[in-house]
């Protein structure tokens, strides 16, 4: 399992997203776009 909690992303000084949690199980699969 992978567990991801509070990310952000800048690119540039703007914010591309924040405060973005998920949990992947196995055999799962995430994209961000």
Known sequence: ???A???H???D???LFRGL???V???E???VT
Request: aromatic share 10%.
């Open 13 to 15: 000084e703007r914010t």
């Open 21 to 23: 949690s998920f949990t």
């Open 25 to 27: 199980d196995a055999g």
């Open 9 to 11: 992303c800048e690119r």
């Open 5 to 7: 909690r509070e990310l």
């Open 1 to 3: 399992m992978l567990e």
């Open 29 to 31: 699969w995430v994209q």
